[in-house]
């Protein structure tokens, strides 16, 4: 399968919003749960929110959950972050991720994940 590829970072305001997207694998595989990750300068990268579309299910950091939103549109191509009241700490590059076999299951763990986009950039001012 193809690397995803993401779009839509950028430079908001704390209190502004962004919107990420991601173009996984465009081949149907049987599964194809997806998550965001992201990773900020000296730290390590962390899963920000999961998504498996055929089980209909979605799972968040707790650092994020109620400000972000993750969605995949129906045709289970694009991925979507909706990130909302950005504050600094949200600051890092960030990562979509592909699983495209096996059991599909909502995960934060990196090794669950096969394919790796080359990440985008946000940046949040205060």
């Known amino acids: 399968p193809a690397k995803p590829v993401e779009s839509g970072g950028g430079s908001v305001q704390a209190g502004g919003s962004l919107r990420l997207s991601c173009v996984p694998s465009?081949?149907?595989?049987?599964?194809?749960?997806l998550a965001w990750f992201r990773q900020a300068p000296g730290r390590e990268r962390e899963g920000v929110a999961s998504?498996?579309?055929?089980?209909?299910?979605?799972f968040y950091a707790a650092s994020v959950k109620g400000r972000f939103t993750i969605s995949q549109d129906k045709s289970k191509k694009t991925l979507y972050l909706q990130m909302n009241r950005l504050q600094p700490d949200d600051t890092a590059m960030y990562y979509c991720a592909a699983r495209y076999f096996g059991t599909p299951y909502t995960s934060l763990r990196r090794e669950v994940y096969s394919y790796w986009g080359q990440g985008t950039q946000v940046t949040v001012s205060s």
């Open positions: 465009e081949y149907p595989y049987s599964t194809t749960c």
């Open positions: 998504i498996c579309a055929e089980i209909d299910a979605t």
